[in-house]
């Protein structure tokens, strides 16, 4: 069946894979450099490149990143209406490049930007979207991308395709596929376009806020260190979590929780892991007092090496564990810490 209200499309005028390559004060977002790295196996399977798009103002200290990462070809508008991220410009100077250039697939980080942003460009071209992406693949013969992502609160993983609308677009969550390799021996192609209109500036602009801030406890984001502790339901209230969080220092990690524990207050939204909140890859995760739902297994069940405490032997969140301990978190906690100090004193 073909929507009536959306024009049909030639699949075979569409070619290429593009990444949009989100940036804030300077900095690229990871969720970004992830996706080029996927977006090369994908093009591997299409014979195709991988085109990064990027728009803003004063790009030039940016450009050559994602080439650096695997990217090919960058594409960007560098202009001073787009000084500040307003949604609907930047949507509009997306999807003027894709009316242009007509990639095949579009990819963003599903950070909250790429949340707005997405589905802004989506609308405008008439091609829907898949958000959340956990898994990517494509069909060499139909070059349909297989968008997969977790339904019904996780227990099924959905395979959804676009087999009639171009471009094809989804975001991806952070940390779902690791971060390539920085090469700066690669070369790669820029181009600058210049938009021919923009839309006129809608509301009034506050400032904004790096989502990448670390929050009062002084640790990094979860996302972004290679020992979380974490805190479940189990650890009963904020005295638990502050007593993880020592840990945390102290393992020279960060301080992460369940989405019960955010919902309590004990913890900021921004360490929230699982579906609906971070998802991680860390070295060494270690749960505390965690139940092991699969919401939050989702999150964090790419971790390198995984550890839990659990009072309950019959807890979910041992069968997915390299090492569990059955017993009480906070008499595990202290001896840790005790441990830990003796050693330091040393």
Known sequence: ???????????DDYRGIWVYVEHFNGKISEGSLQLIGKAKELAAKLGVDVTAIMVGKDLDKLLMEPIY???????YVDDDRLSVYLPHLYAASVVELANKYKPEIILFAATKRGRELAPYVA?????????????????????????VRPTYGGNILAHIRTPTRRPQLASVRPNVFPTPPRDESRKGELVKEKLSKLPEPRGRYLGSKS????????????????????????????????LLTDLAKLLGGT???????????????????????????PALYIGMGVSGAIQHVFGMNESKIIVAVNSDPNAPIFNYVDYGVVGDYKQVTEALLELLRERKKQ
């Open 123 to 147: 609308n405008t071209l008439r091609s829907g979207i898949t958000a959340d992406c956990t898994a990517l693949d494509v069909d060499p013969k139909t070059r349909d991308l297989d968008q």
């Open 1 to 11: 069946m073909v929507c009536p209200e959306w024009n049909q499309v030639n699949k």
């Open 211 to 242: 989502i990448t801030e670390e929050d009062e406890s002084g640790l990094p984001p979860v996302e972004k260190s290679d020992i979380v502790v974490v805190a479940g339901k189990g650890v009963n209230g904020v005295e638990g979590v502050k």
């Open 255 to 281: 301080i992460g929780g369940t989405k019960k524990v955010t919902d309590a207050g004990w913890l900021p939204t921004s360490r929230q892991i699982g579906q609906t909140g971070r998802t991680v890859r």
């Open 69 to 75: 990462y695997g990217a090919d070809k960058v594409i």
